[in-house]
Structure formats: C-alpha cells, structure tokens
C-alpha cells in the first residue's frame, strides 16, 4: 500500500507537554509511550503536519467533571466549565507559544511552525513535521482585539472561538448525549468583529465546539470556507458537540471541510466512554460524511492527546491501519490523498492569505 502521509485537524500535544514542563523536551523529541504522539511516532504514523492546539484548562485543573457522575442510563449532561480570565489564559499561551517554538529549535528543524499554504504542501512527503498554530477557544484575545494581530505575528493561523465553555465572543456546546448542539446564544457583537478580522488577516476559523446559533452566524458571516477540525456526524452519534446534516451541507457548500475525530464518545452511536471501539466505527464516520456531502469535504482531525481514543488505534501510530481499512473498502487512491491532506491544503490555500 503506498503511504499516505496525514494532515491533521487537532491534537493537544501542546497542553501535555505544557503539564510535564520539565520532561517536554524529552516527551516530545524522543519515543515514549505517554499520550498519543511524539516526534518519532508522528513519523511512524506518517503524520506529516498538524493542527497544534493551545488551551487553557479551569484553573480547577480537570477539563471535565468526572464522567460516571453525570451519567445516567439515557446518556449524560456535564455543565458547561465556567468562563476563564483573559489574564490567566494569555499567560499560559505565551507560555505554549513560547515552548513551540523551543521545541522547534530543540528539534533542529524537523519540527516547523507553517505559516503559508505553500510551506505546508512543500512539507508534505518531506521528513519535517508541520505545526500550524491553533487556539482552541478565544479567551486570550482581548474585546480590542490586539492580541491577535500579535498573535498572528506570533504564527496563529487558525482559532476556534469557543472551547466547551463561554467567552466575550461566543458559547460552546456542553457535552451532553444525546443532544442536539443547538444550546445557547449565537456570537456576541466582539465575536462578530472577531470572524471578520480573522477574515481580514487569513486566519482560518474553527467551529468545532462552537454551539448551532453561532455555527450559522459564522455561516452567515464568514468569507471564508466553514471547517470543524474534530467533529462528527450527528447522525451517528447524537452528541452535542457532531455536526447535524444541515450543518455538514453548509460546511460543504462553503467548500470547506470537516476533521474526523477518533474520540470514543464522539465515534459510538452509544455515545459511551469506551475505548473497546472498533477502527470501523472512524471508517462509518468518514463514509457517512463523504457519501453526504463528497470526499473533498472530510478529513482527519483525531483530537490525540485531548480524548480517550479506541485502543485499537493506539496512539499516531495508528492511523496507517485506518487508511489501511479505507483502501480495503474501495477508497481510490486519489480520494484517499484528498482525505489525508489535499483538503486540508485546499481549504487552508483558500483561507490563509
Ligand atoms: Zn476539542
């Protein structure tokens, strides 16, 4: 099988890295079994770049509340975390930021921040592994917005406005299962002026996380194409944060795309946190997508190192067994290149300027 190197939509390697501060270089630059990828993994698993995701955790520490307690024998319902302090979480992305970059550096090259569309389809087939620089949720950019022309300046290529929790520009969805991601208000009138400069200097704009009301008001908004880095279908697995039909139709009539993400409680129809789920159920994911909606408008957007992922993935490693499973169901070659990275390339060609 010839190899099909990856772009993909969305890890937290960053933020793992960030927590092991003192082991980050160690973690990242050499082989380990902590978390999903590293440097020589990321090779292994034919990653070629990714989507470098930076976020600031509740000063609270856990991401979400513990899952057994908020389920019951429907579904479950976590609460929204509550709204973080710009303050708080501007000190913290300077920090990742920073550690990026020192990563690059440490790593002599072989790790690089992707700034254009053309760095990134030169990269692709070459040894380097590409870091396009994302913020998942805005909560570091000021009502102003002066931190993001710094930003941008600093490599920010790509922002979601909202992780699952408020900010001055929009709401995220809870997790909740089964449930429709239509919770909450739409973008507020910073997060409005938000889409347009993200559109005026080309940084492109995630609706992952991102409730209904404020998926139309970008639709509505935006000159750019509509991406979800680490989303579902709905269809299959009713959980807030999949994107529903009328969604998927719009993000492919804006040419834009969607990233599958291996997250257990996002892949099963279930909606369980179990990891005893089959490699299959990415393939139903991907299928569903581009049977409604075309294979240009679906991609790769794993989430590693952020969710509990199917044990027979594994790690970065993994994904060769998926594409492996897709070529065995009929997949051409040709469709196969467009999943793993010409859409990406595409969308970002069309986005970034
Ligand atoms: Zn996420």
């Known amino acids: 099988m010839k190899p099909f190197p990856t772009i993909d939509g969305h890890n937290d390697t960053l933020l793992k890295l960030h927590l092991e501060e003192h082991s980050s270089d160690r973690l990242f630059l050499n082989e380990t079994s902590?978390?999903?990828?590293d440097l020589p993994r990321a090779r292994k698993g034919m990653l070629s770049a990714g989507f470098f995701a930076i976020f600031c955790p509740n000063p609270s520490g856990s991401m979400l509340p513990d899952f057994e307690e908020y389920m019951n024998e429907n579904g479950y319902d976590f609460p929204l975390p509550s709204a973080v302090d710009y303050d708080y979480c501007h000190h913290m992305t300077n920090a990742m930021v920073a550690q990026l970059y020192h990563l690059q550096t440490k790593s002599n090259g072989v790790l690089k921040v992707v700034k254009s569309a053309e760095e990134l389809e030169n990269l692709v087939h070459k040894e380097t592994l590409g870091a396009i620089l994302h913020f998942e949720g805005a909560e570091s950019i000021d009502r102003d917005l002066n931190a993001l022309h710094v930003y941008y300046q600093?490599?920010?290529?790509?922002?979601?406005?909202?992780?699952?929790?408020?900010?001055?520009?929009?709401?995220?969805?809870?997790?909740?299962?089964?449930?429709?991601p239509d919770i909450g208000f739409g973008l507020t009138?910073?997060?409005k002026k938000l889409v347009q400069e993200c559109n005026k200097l080309g940084i492109m704009i995630d609706l992952s996380h991102l409730n209904e009301k404020g998926f139309w008001d970008v639709n509505e908004?935006?000159?750019?194409?509509?991406?979800?880095?680490?989303?579902?279908?709905?269809?299959?697995?009713?959980?807030?944060?999949?994107?529903?039909?009328?969604?998927?139709?719009?993000?492919?009539?804006?040419?834009?795309?969607?990233?599958v993400t291996y997250a257990v409680n996002m892949l099963r129809p279930d909606g369980k946190l179990d990891t005893d789920t089959s490699l299959e159920m990415i393939v139903k994911h991907i299928d569903y997508i581009a049977s409604r909606i075309g294979i240009e408008h679906v991609s790769l957007g794993s989430d590693f190192d952020g969710t509990t992922i199917p044990d027979a993935l594994g790690d970065v490693t993994g994904v060769p067994k998926?594409?492996?499973?897709?070529?065995?169901?009929g997949y051409s070659d040709n469709a196969l290149r467009k999943l793993t990275s010409e859409n990406w390339i595409r969308v970002l060609k069309a986005t970034w300027k």
């Open 154 to 180: 600093a490599g920010l290529r790509s922002l979601g406005l909202v992780w699952s929790r408020p900010n001055i520009f929009a709401e995220g969805v809870p997790y909740r299962y089964p449930s429709t």
């Open 34 to 37: 902590v978390g999903h990828i």
């Open 189 to 191: 009138e910073p997060g």
């Open 322 to 329: 998926v594409i492996k499973l897709l070529k065995d169901r």
């Open 221 to 259: 908004l935006s000159d750019a194409p509509l991406v979800a880095t680490h989303s579902n279908a709905h269809t299959i697995c009713p959980i807030s944060r999949n994107l529903t039909d009328k969604q998927l139709d719009a993000i492919a009539g804006s040419n834009g795309v969607v990233g």
